[in-house]
């Protein structure tokens, strides 16, 4: 495992002022085709339910918001407990920090549906997916990727593929990412061919 020296370790905590850990490592897996559509687990054409103009709420145990999930056209077919997502716009909840907002050209649910309880729910994001976290104090997270899997449950997120991150003190560039979304601790991977490599705002040396 190829670890960052510690001078660039050091400027990662001062790009992202302590509100997301960042470790680099090699990721020895090539990056999958942008165009690379979904997979579809060979549900038919015909949806068993179809919902447009769909908002959909999931609260956790405590009552809490969980996630809310908007879409222009949800179909959901229920032998596989597969949805269907055109344009979604989710937004995770964790209060009492800002929800992330994640927009993509297209998702999938995987899992969903009654009867799936003990199978963790997938959201998988394709197309242009941008992730989204501002907080009333300036800071922000902006988060770039072709495609990214997002698990509810545990507000748990990774991609294999080229990740941006640009936050208010720096921009952040890596082949793929793992971590908590709740705890902001994100794992950032690098190839052969591309390293982790942050640009350091200059007012953050002030």
């Given at each position: 495992m190829d670890r960052l020296p510690l001078t660039n370790l050091r400027l990662l905590g001062i790009a992202l002022l302590g509100s997301l850990v960042?470790?680099?490592?090699v990721f020895f897996q090539p990056t999958l085709p942008e165009e690379e559509r979904l997979p579809d687990p060979g549900v038919s054409d015909e949806p068993d339910l179809l919902i447009e103009?769909?908002?959909?709420?999931?609260?956790?145990?405590?009552?809490?918001?969980?996630?809310?999930?908007?879409?222009?056209?949800?179909?959901?077919f229920q032998d596989r407990a597969f949805t269907r997502l055109t344009e979604p716009d989710l937004e995770l909840h964790d209060a009492p920090a800002p929800p992330w907002r994640v927009k993509a050209i297209r998702g999938a649910i995987y899992n969903a549906g009654e009867?799936?309880?003990?199978?963790?729910?997938?959201?998988?994001?394709?197309?242009?997916?941008?992730?989204?976290?501002?907080?009333?104090?300036?800071?922000?997270?902006?988060?770039r990727t072709p495609s990214i899997t997002i698990y509810p449950g545990r507000e748990y997120a990774e991609t294999h593929q080229n990740v941006m991150i640009t936050t208010h003190a720096g921009r952040t560039k890596a082949v793929g990412l793992e971590g908590s979304l709740d705890k902001g601790l994100l794992k950032m991977f690098s190839s052969d061919e591309q390293r982790v490599h942050t640009i350091i705002l200059p007012d953050q040396f002030k």
């Open positions: 960042l470790a680099a490592a103009t769909a908002v959909i709420r999931q609260y956790r145990e405590t009552g809490g918001l969980r996630y809310l999930l908007r879409s222009p056209k949800i179909e959901h009867g799936q309880q003990s199978a963790e729910e997938e959201v998988r994001l394709e197309g242009d997916v941008k992730m989204l976290q501002t907080f009333e104090d300036g800071r922000r997270y902006d988060l």
